[in-house]
């Protein structure tokens, strides 16, 4: 029986594991890196936790032998996406980066290259909107004359008073983020080009004519890529003997 690794974390990786599963002959491992306490359950067997770098998933590999890896974590997981490339290389093990689209730049967008030069972009006095997640936020809190709330799904510890938690679960509905945007004030949308269905934010700053500042994605990693769910499930076809 063929295997294949599947490094989840999206709704994609959920849809790919949904799909691989019916795959007769196939045994699918998903691995989640366990940075949410209560992630949706996937249809496969899923182990929890990082690998320990590069080093780690190559001796991972190297002990479970799949017949092929699909990285389908988020557009911004970068790190995971190197150790990948590096790990199956040496493992010479067949990888596949599965990457949802990018959204379209819209007109009136910032976009800029990390999250130090978004923080840069804000003016005095802002009052941001950060979709960016729980890391990378030093540069906003070094931004001691703006103030910012920051959109988790889990409580972030350790925020400066400048900095407003705001804990909730995606999608958001346009409804919701109209009524967010007004309700807090926010001047300036900072968010990652993630890609995928949940551009309710971006239509709302859009109407509401809020500035948006968008950080770019990271540069694809070396390899096949994919774009969608069918696509990562015809790659593995050909790859391995399904
Ligand atoms: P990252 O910076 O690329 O990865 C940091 C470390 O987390 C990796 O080196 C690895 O640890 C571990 N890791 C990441 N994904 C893993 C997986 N699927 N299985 C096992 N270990 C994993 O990633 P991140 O940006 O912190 O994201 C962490 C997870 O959250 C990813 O799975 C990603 O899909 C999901 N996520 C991220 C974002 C985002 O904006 N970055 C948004 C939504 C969901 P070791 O080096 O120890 O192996």
């Known amino acids: ?11 994609e990786a959920r849809a790919l594991a949904t799909a691989l599963s019916q795959i007769e002959e196939l045994k699918v491992t998903a691995s989640l890196a366990g940075v949410t306490s209560d992630p949706p359950e996937l249809p496969v067997p899923t182990r929890t936790g990082g690998f320990g770098g590069a080093e780690g998933l190559t001796d991972w590999l190297a002990e479970h032998r799949p017949a092929a890896v699909i990285d389908a974590t988020h557009p911004y997981a970068a790190q995971m996406q190197r150790n990948t490339v590096i ?4 493992a010479l093990t067949p990888h596949l980066r ?5 959204w379209p730049k819209r007109p ?4 800029v290259e990390s999250m130090s030069d978004a923080a840069k972009a804000l003016p005095a006095g802002a009052h941001a909107l950060l ?8 540069p906003f809190a070094a931004r001691t004359d703006a103030r910012f709330a ?4 889990e409580p972030i510890q350790g925020l400066p008073p400048h900095i407003q938690p705001m804990i909730a679960r995606p999608p958001f509905t346009v409804d919701q983020e109209r009524a967010s945007f007004a309700l807090l004030g926010i001047t300036h949308l900072v968010t990652k080009n993630a890609g995928g269905s949940g551009t309710a934010k971006l239509d709302v700053a859009d109407a509401m004519r809020i500035a948006t500042i968008v950080v770019a994605r990271p540069a694809p990693p070396p390899g096949p890529r994919a774009e969608t769910v069918e696509q990562a499930v015809a790659w593995l076809h050909r790859v391995v003997a399904t």
């Open 1 to 11: 029986m063929s295997s294949v690794l599947l490094l989840a974390g999206t709704a």
């Open 87 to 90: 790990a199956c290389t040496r």
């Open 98 to 102: 599965l990457l949802r689209p990018a």
């Open 108 to 111: 009136g967008w910032q976009v």
């Open 131 to 138: 979709t960016t997640g729980r890391k990378d936020i030093a």
């Open 150 to 153: 920051l959109r988790s799904i």
